[in-house]
């Protein structure tokens, strides 16, 4: 009998979601990921092509589809932790940011989709296994989400401002049925995402004077899923390295 914690986790192949899965595995989770492509063979760790599902999170239905898919694979065990780190930040043609004025509506529908509701939706649908495992959940949310910044576009700040304001209500939510729910706000994280501007204009605004690793981050959603954790809940982290102080 596999008596292992399970974490299922979306955005797996890169950056944040690629440093949480090795930190879990490396304290002997068994990780379910979710992401709309197939096995990253560049993140591999131990049961890895058999535990991912391919869901597109900009489709409901498909997050529906997959929510089936993932109960099945859990054949009754408990979950014990969902960090909810998938995200879309679209930019121009020419990789400028989308503001309010140039973002097109359509594409504001499918960045509240990926960012606000699928997390809603698979928190919703997998709340009877987190409360088997007195789970909790983690949602990643952004620096962007609290000040207007110069590199992330304005539906993808609002829509993060959005999941801040949606932890506090699920905390309340599920909180009263045993089940933690908790945010962190990354800042300038040195991972694929980050503007090749990015360190002319924001390093002097870090009193640190550095950008922070995907470990570190990948190091506090694994102390929110564990047991010094377990009277922290509705709060929300911020890893910047003092950026807004």
Known sequence: MDDRKILVLTGASRGIGHA???????????VITC??????????????PED???IDLATPADVERGVTELKS???????????????ISPKSADGRRLDSVSGDLALWQQVYQVNVFAP??????????LQAGSGTVVN??????SRVHEFAGSAYATSK????????????????RGVRVNAIAPGEIKTDILSPDSEAAILPQIPMRRFGSANEVADIIFFLCSDQANYVNGAEIHVNGGQHV
């Open 161 to 176: 401002a959005a999941l801040s304001a949606l932890t506090r209500e699920m905390a309340s939510d599920f909180g009263k």
């Open 20 to 30: 949480t899965v090795k930190r879990f595995s490396k304290e002997g989770w068994r």
């Open 120 to 129: 809603l939706m698979l928190a919703k649908s997998l709340l009877d296994c």
């Open 140 to 145: 990643v949310t952004s620096i962007a989400g």
């Open 35 to 48: 992401s709309r492509h197939g096995f990253p063979e560049n993140c591999p760790w131990e049961a890895g």
């Open 52 to 54: 991912h599902l391919q």
């Open 73 to 87: 694979r859990l054949n009754g065990a408990p979950l014990h932790a969902l960090v909810n780190n998938a995200g």
